[in-house]
């Protein structure tokens, strides 16, 4: 079985621009969280999405935002990027809400 | 609220010898733990997941992690480490809303 994906797996953009990430999930599973690891802060919850609706969110600007799709692939969205932005960005996903959470290889973002 | 310390941010050893890595929790009920890997410039691979069955959990790699209430630790061991051990480790504890929280991460370094 395929393991989640995700693209790009790199991205360099400049100050105020936006950018959108995309996941596909593991056949299966309906539910997609969004993580951002940076070396400062480690790894951090952004956002969860569950049958196409936002379950749970991190403690993240309304600049990060995110979808889920009917075929439960997911996209995020972050606009106004600022040099912070800079991160890894982690997808992760699972049969349900409480099952157990299989990550994809990120995309590293820059931002200049 | 729930948290994870991890007790140690490196921790090296000699190729053949034990692992130890170091993980307390906080948590307001009983939680879901969960030791994850990094390999450089990867996503997240799950090692092994505590869910209030037996205390004494195996994972994939010949890693296994006791869960002990008293001492609300969740360690990590290895009986002999490989060169292929090197990598950054996460001990994760997941809430009653099925978030995961994550600790700072041991980075273990092997030597030849």
């Known amino acids: 079985k395929a393991g989640v994906t995700q693209t790009p797996r790199y991205l360099i953009k400049t100050r105020g621009q936006q950018v959108t990430l995309s996941c596909s999930p593991i056949s299966g599973h309906r539910s997609v969280s969004w993580y951002q690891q940076t070396p400062g802060q480690g790894l951090q919850f952004l956002f969860e999405y569950f049958s196409e609706t936002q379950r749970n969110k991190g403690n993240f600007p309304g600049r990060f935002s995110g979808r889920q799709f009917s075929n439960s692939r997911s996209e995020m969205n972050v606009s106004t990027l600022e040099l912070g932005d800079s991160a890894l960005y982690l997808c992760a996903s699972s049969r349900g809400t409480s099952d157990t959470q299989y990550f994809g290889p990120g995309t590293r973002l820059t931002v200049l | 609220a729930q948290s994870v310390t991890q007790l140690d941010s490196h921790v090296s050893v000699s190729e053949g010898t034990p692992v130890l890595l170091r993980c307390n929790y906080s948590?307001?009920?009983?939680?879901?733990l969960f030791w994850y890997v990094q390999h450089p410039n990867k996503g997240l691979q799950l090692l092994l997941k505590?869910?209030?069955?037996?205390?004494l959990v195996k994972g994939i790699n010949g890693f296994e992690a006791e869960f002990k209430k008293s001492e609300t630790s969740f360690h990590l061991t290895k009986p002999s480490a490989h060169m292929s051990d090197a990598a950054e480790y996460f001990c994760?504890?997941?809430?009653?809303?099925?978030?995961?929280?994550f600790g700072a991460g041991t980075t273990v370094t092997v030597r030849a």
């Open positions: 994760v504890v997941s809430d009653n809303d099925y978030k995961l929280s």
């Open positions: 948590s307001s009920y009983s939680p879901s």
């Open positions: 505590y869910t209030s069955a037996a205390t």
